[in-house]
């Protein structure tokens, strides 16, 4: 299994991939340890974790996606477009670390809409009413419109 920097820089088919893999792998050994054919249970947790790290890249990719898309300029130049986005974490950009992800929107016929940088480690509220609130943290650190 690969580390969680070789995740971030794998493409979004590639990691679909990998996680049904590890969800067949993962029944596999589940049934196996049901029948009492298991020999080694460490691979459960194993799996397990491999999973779970599939799915929190897939998922911080979606959410770097949706919080740019969210931001007011770049869905204005979104809305009534067909579009694809596609990110990828940034560890180093030139001569400074930026530790973002990078968002890059495309029209039908591969033309650049926009690109945003998003840093979703910023702090989030956690209760359910400050969420609501608009005293949100701002995901997007900085964007560019194209054209």
Known sequence: MANIVELRGM???????????AR??????????????????????????????????LNMRQLAIDAAAAQPEIASVLVGKVWQATSRFIYNEGDKDVWAWKVEFVDGDGKDLASAMVD????????????????????????????
Do not use: W
């Open 24 to 57: 067949e792998e993962m029944f596999n050994l589940r049934f196996r340890n049901a029948s009492s054919q298991l020999e080694d249970y460490s691979r459960l947790k194993m799996v397990r974790r491999e999973i779970a790290q599939l799915k929190t890249v």
């Open 11 to 21: 493409n979004g088919d590639k990691l679909e991939e990998m996680l049904e893999n």
């Open 120 to 147: 979703l480690n910023k702090k989030r509220p956690s209760q359910r009413k400050a969420y609501r609130q608009k005293d949100q943290p701002q995901l997007v650190t900085s964007y560019e419109i194209a054209g």
